[in-house]
């Protein structure tokens, strides 16, 4: 099987399933994952032979493709903020919005030394990007999960960075005074009946405890990490939230309410309400 044969395998059997751009862009993943490289090489390399352990590989990611299985889980890995991340069905697949949220935490907080709480870390994706990216900067994640933080463990040491992770439920977790300069989470915040305009992928793979919050409780996870907030914050602390687009006033109303200061909506790249952020 050469290159282009490879190539036009992908496209008949997911014709149909897989918008067209999407699976020009599986496809590039699938080459570079499997065989290293680059899109330029795709394209030089058109009439290559590839090696013969490709065909089998190749039949079974099209074959678990087509149960809508997300790609990432099949690789086992997903890319966020210039890096490659493990990733499980215990752990969320990360999102490019939530690389808007690093960015803005990177960009709002040159200082040096900064303590920092991710909360829900999951892959761990948001903790060891800003850990990376923040200067010398003391960041400890949590999760309720011990399934994700055994991913985020894994992830954090192929990075080489330096995270302390803790299993703690935001439920149920008792608030120190003015621990950290930053706190930021990305927690459940779909309503229940939001889930019928979603796709398979998600619904069918991913965690859902991740995901989901019931109709009538949609602040569940923000209200108690704005209580947290109003007292782990340093004095001038941030609060950084990835929010539903739909609840942005109702999530600048609980933050009020816990007696934060300076709330405000941030649009992501879509122009959608998708992030608040406060301090004390």
């Known amino acids: 099987m050469t290159t282009r044969e490879a190539i036009n395998r992908l496209r008949e059997n997911l014709a149909g399933v897989y918008d067209p751009r999407e699976i020009e862009s599986m496809t590039r993943v699938i080459f570079e994952d499997v065989l290293l490289w680059k899109p330029v090489d795709i394209v ?9 352990f490709f065909d089998t590989k190749l039949y079974g990611i099209i074959d678990r493709l087509l149960r809508h ?4 889980y099949i690789l086992g ?3 966020f903020h210039g890096h490659s991340f493990a ?8 999102r490019p919005e939530t690389e808007q949220l690093v960015d803005m935490i990177v960009d709002q907080n040159p200082g ?28 400890t994640a949590t999760d309720i ?26 439920l149920t977790t008792q608030a120190p005074r003015e621990a950290w300069d930053i706190i930021v989470s990305n927690p459940p915040y779909i309503t229940m009946s939001e889930r019928s305009a ?43 939230l990835e929010i539903n ?15 934060l200061k300076n709330i405000q909506l941030h649009n992501d790249f879509n122009g959608n309400p998708r992030f608040a952020t406060a301090t004390k």
Do not use: W
Request: glycine letters at 6%.
């Open 112 to 139: 040096s030394d900064l303590r920092v709480l991710d909360i829900g870390t999951g892959s761990g994706c948001i903790a060891i990007s800003l850990a990376r990216a923040l200067k010398f900067a003391h960041v």
């Open 87 to 94: 990733v499980t069905p215990a752990t969320l697949i990360p």
């Open 245 to 259: 687009r739909a609840m942005g006033s109702q999530v600048v109303q609980t933050l009020q309410q816990a007696g």
């Open 44 to 52: 030089m390399r058109d009439q290559e032979p590839l090696p013969s």
């Open 198 to 240: 979603m796709e398979r992928n998600v619904l069918d793979y991913e965690p859902g405890s991740a995901l989901f919050v019931p109709d009538d409780n949609p602040m569940l996870y923000y209200r108690p990490i704005a209580a947290y907030a109003s007292l782990a914050l340093a004095s001038a602390g941030r609060l950084y």
């Open 77 to 79: 890995k997903a890319r």
């Open 145 to 170: 999960s011990p399934q994700a933080l055994a991913v985020a463990q894994q992830n954090a040491a192929a990075l080489k960075t330096r995270v302390s992770f803790v299993q703690q439920d935001i």
């Open 69 to 72: 299985e997300p790609l990432q």
